[in-house]
């Protein structure tokens, strides 16, 4: 497999589908133990929670009739009846007896049975019945147990309510299934019997505790109390009922393979009863194979999409990879052109990103020595024109200069002098010059035309000692002093001339100001327009020609860190800032003179 798609279709095969496949195998066996295991632990955490909860509320409620021993009235009763409670204030009994039936929620009916007079009365939703004589209430099997035992109170397994005394507030039609609590009243100090007192209990609280046991997947739970009575089920027609003979018998058999059970024995008051959870077999059983089907699924899925991602791979990597190198192959044949995809994010993306960044920097170098070699020619065609036998034109300027001194008029030969510099500085254009010479240039220049227009022409330059130091290009601040006169001083003779300079950190600026007539923002706008344009973009407007030549003439020997800057004053003149950076050798040459700082 040669090829980049078969060689990813191997390592699919090898380092995922099958080590996934194998995975998938040993995974079945040991999650089916650990599955159930985990769901065992958790259960019996759960059942021990909850039957904790069971033996606090049972608790609390067998507790509850304690609460009567604190009634003196009601106790007095217990303890001589009601014929000899010759104190007994009968409205504050029965608004403690409402009191007490309504402390709890889940109470439905309370009974009191008094043994030294038989007779009996009951409470239902907090209204107290009439007395009644009652002396089979001993002969109940509930109460003949608790009689015959030494236990304070009975449960009695839930059965539909019963209407004790058969009074009329308690309805026919009410046949909610309770659980009862009867508790013994006895004399604390001689222990005699004095009567029962029956709690009927809503079980929909208790079951509401029950119910907390997770019941999913068709798990059921059982409450059972020690005769076997069911107290609470999942299948509500077994309340109060014997556990069926099937059911005991799953309950007997904990390590059946069809179910799983788990019984919590309980504790407190209610000593021997259990909490018992039967959880069908089949149910882990099969989330286990859900689980390896679901797994074997997935694998297949893996695989069909690692057979898409092959393909997706194979166009979408691939073919860029191809395309990028087929564009660089056109750039070996001489295409310099070439368009790249920048868009991409990738590593491609980044190849094809420093690639053309990289053919950008190639065409500007070769466009920038394009550029400096038509200057160079230009430059050196202009300095043949100027050199026509330059001692004949030198000789007859000094011929000159010695008539004017023997005309006594020396200010003619000094005039002469100063053209003579100017023209022998002009003959070295385009060389690197001090910015000494350049001002030297400049002074003689303005010496000629403060004779034209007379001493009210005025200007400074403010140049230090190290900046009079610094190589430049040469003619590169007088056409800057002619534009001075051309669009300025020549139309209002009223304006002062400023060159100045700075040294900050690695740059020279170089200031040219002047108080003359300025122009508008359109206009301002329009020169930087004109001025700006590339030297690679080709032709431009010939008006402002000095300020884009020496715009050019700077991005050609220092690069981009070069830059020439105008503004207007707020309308009130014109100032002309050129940053030229202080590095030790620039890329550009003009005329073979590498252009360096001193």
């Given at each position: 497999?040669k090829?980049?798609?078969?060689?990813l279709?191997?390592?699919l095969?090898?380092f995922?589908?099958?080590?996934?496949f194998?995975?998938?195998?040993?995974?079945?066996?040991?999650?089916?133990?650990?599955?159930e295991?985990?769901e065992?632990?958790?259960?019996?955490?759960?059942?021990?929670?909850n039957a904790?909860?069971?033996?606090q509320?049972?608790?609390?409620?067998?507790d509850?009739?304690?609460i009567?021993?604190r009634?003196p009235?009601?106790?007095r009763?217990?303890?001589?009846?009601?014929k000899?409670?010759?104190?007994?204030?009968?409205?504050?009994?029965?608004?403690s007896?409402?009191?007490?039936?309504?402390?709890?929620k889940?109470?439905?009916?309370?009974r009191?049975?008094?043994?030294?007079d038989?007779e009996?009365f009951?409470?239902?939703?907090?209204?107290?019945?009439t007395?009644k004589?009652r002396?089979?209430?001993?002969?109940?099997?509930p109460?003949?147990?608790l009689?015959?035992?030494?236990?304070?109170?009975?449960i009695?397994?839930?059965?539909?309510?019963k209407?004790?005394?058969?009074?009329?507030i308690?309805?026919?039609?009410?046949?909610?299934?309770?659980l009862?609590?009867h508790?013994k009243?006895t004399?604390?100090?001689?222990?005699q019997?004095?009567?029962i007192?029956?709690?009927?209990i809503?079980?929909?609280?208790?079951?509401?505790?029950?119910?907390?046991?997770?019941?999913k997947?068709?798990?059921?739970?059982?409450?059972?109390?020690d005769?076997n009575?069911v107290m609470?089920?999942?299948?509500?027609s077994l309340?109060g009922?014997?556990?069926?003979?099937?059911l005991?018998r799953?309950?007997?058999?904990?390590?059946s393979k069809?179910?799983i059970?788990?019984s919590?024995?309980?504790?407190?008051?209610?000593?021997g009863?259990?909490?018992?959870?039967?959880t069908?077999?089949?149910?882990?059983?099969?989330?286990?194979?859900?689980?390896?089907?679901?797994n074997i699924?997935?694998?297949?899925g893996?695989?069909?999409?690692?057979?898409?991602?092959i393909g997706f791979?194979s166009?979408?990597i691939?073919?860029?990879?191809q395309?990028?190198?087929?564009k660089?192959?056109?750039?070996?044949?001489?295409?310099?052109?070439?368009?790249?995809?920048?868009?991409?994010?990738?590593?491609?993306?980044?190849l094809e990103?420093?690639i053309?960044?990289?053919?950008?920097?190639?065409n500007?170098?070769?466009?920038r020595?394009?550029?400096l070699e038509?200057?160079?020619?230009?430059?050196?065609l202009?300095?043949?024109?100027?050199?026509?036998?330059p001692?004949?034109?030198?000789?007859a300027?000094q011929?000159i200069?010695?008539?004017a001194?023997r005309?006594?008029?020396p200010?003619?030969?000094?005039?002469?002098?100063s053209?003579?510099k100017?023209?022998?500085?002009?003959?070295?254009?385009n060389?690197?010059?001090?910015?000494?010479?350049?001002?030297?240039?400049?002074?003689?220049y303005?010496?000629?035309?403060?004779?034209?227009?007379?001493?009210?022409?005025?200007?400074?330059?403010?140049?230090?000692?190290?900046?009079?130091?610094t190589?430049?290009?040469?003619?590169?601040?007088?056409p800057?002093?002619?534009?001075f006169f051309?669009h300025g001083?020549?139309?209002?003779?009223?304006?002062?001339?400023?060159?100045?300079?700075?040294?900050?950190?690695?740059?020279?600026?170089?200031?040219?100001?002047?108080n003359?007539?300025?122009m508008?923002?359109?206009?301002l706008?329009e020169?930087?327009?004109?001025?700006?344009?590339s030297?690679?973009d080709g032709?431009?407007s010939?008006?402002?020609?000095?300020?884009?030549?020496?715009y050019?003439?700077l991005?050609?020997?220092?690069?981009?860190g070069a830059?020439?800057?105008?503004d207007?004053l707020?309308?009130?003149?014109?100032?002309?800032?050129?940053?030229?950076?202080?590095t030790e050798?620039?890329?550009?040459?003009?005329?073979?003179?590498?252009?360096?700082?001193?």
């Amino acid at each position: 497999m040669k090829t980049i798609r078969g060689r990813l279709l191997l390592m699919l095969v090898l380092f995922i589908l099958i080590p996934y496949f194998l995975t998938v195998v040993i995974l079945y066996g040991v999650t089916k133990n650990s599955v159930e295991r985990h769901e065992l632990q958790n259960s019996r955490a759960q059942m021990q929670k909850n039957a904790e909860e069971l033996q606090q509320y049972f608790g609390d409620l067998v507790d509850l009739p304690y609460i009567l021993y604190r009634n003196p009235d009601l106790f007095r009763i217990f303890q001589h009846g009601f014929k000899d409670s010759i104190y007994l204030d009968q409205s504050s009994m029965e608004k403690s007896l409402e009191t007490f039936y309504l402390m709890r929620k889940e109470i439905r009916q309370l009974r009191f049975y008094i043994a030294r007079d038989q007779e009996s009365f009951t409470v239902y939703n907090a209204i107290v019945s009439t007395r009644k004589h009652r002396p089979n209430v001993l002969k109940e099997k509930p109460v003949q147990h608790l009689l015959y035992s030494r236990q304070k109170y009975i449960i009695e397994p839930p059965h539909p309510l019963k209407n004790y005394n058969n009074v009329a507030i308690v309805p026919q039609s009410d046949n909610t299934k309770v659980l009862t609590i009867h508790h013994k009243i006895t004399d604390i100090l001689s222990g005699q019997f004095l009567g029962i007192m029956t709690m009927d209990i809503n079980p929909g609280t208790y079951s509401g505790i029950i119910e907390k046991v997770e019941q999913k997947n068709g798990a059921s739970v059982l409450l059972v109390d020690d005769h076997n009575h069911v107290m609470y089920g999942n299948n509500r027609s077994l309340f109060g009922k014997q556990v069926p003979a099937s059911l005991k018998r799953e309950m007997n058999a904990p390590q059946s393979k069809e179910n799983i059970v788990l019984s919590q024995s309980l504790s407190g008051p209610l000593d021997g009863w259990k909490l018992v959870k039967i959880t069908p077999g089949d149910v882990l059983f099969s989330n286990v194979r859900k689980t390896a089907y679901t797994n074997i699924l997935i694998g297949l899925g893996v695989g069909l999409l690692g057979l898409i991602m092959i393909g997706f791979i194979s166009y979408r990597i691939t073919r860029p990879i191809q395309e990028l190198s087929d564009k660089v192959r056109s750039i070996e044949g001489g295409k310099m052109n070439v368009p790249f995809d920048t868009s991409r994010k990738d590593e491609i993306g980044h190849l094809e990103t420093h690639i053309e960044e990289m053919m950008h920097r190639i065409n500007l170098h070769i466009d920038r020595e394009y550029k400096l070699e038509i200057e160079n020619r230009k430059n050196q065609l202009s300095a043949l024109k100027s050199q026509v036998n330059p001692h004949f034109l030198f000789n007859a300027l000094q011929s000159i200069g010695a008539v004017a001194l023997r005309s006594k008029t020396p200010r003619v030969y000094q005039l002469l002098t100063s053209l003579s510099k100017m023209m022998r500085y002009s003959i070295q254009a385009n060389q690197w010059v001090m910015v000494k010479d350049e001002v030297a240039y400049i002074k003689a220049y303005l010496t000629l035309q403060q004779e034209r227009f007379g001493r009210s022409l005025n200007y400074s330059i403010e140049l230090g000692d190290e900046i009079m130091q610094t190589t430049i290009p040469s003619m590169i601040l007088q056409p800057l002093v002619e534009n001075f006169f051309k669009h300025g001083y020549e139309k209002t003779h009223q304006a002062h001339l400023s060159i100045y300079g700075t040294l900050e950190k690695e740059f020279l600026y170089l200031f040219v100001e002047n108080n003359g007539p300025s122009m508008g923002d359109e206009a301002l706008q329009e020169l930087k327009e004109n001025i700006y344009v590339s030297p690679a973009d080709g032709d431009y407007s010939n008006e402002h020609i000095g300020l884009k030549n020496i715009y050019d003439r700077l991005l050609l020997n220092y690069g981009p860190g070069a830059n020439l800057e105008i503004d207007t004053l707020l309308e009130k003149g014109f100032l002309v800032k050129l940053s030229i950076p202080l590095t030790e050798s620039t890329e550009g040459e003009e005329d073979g003179h590498e252009s360096t700082y001193r």
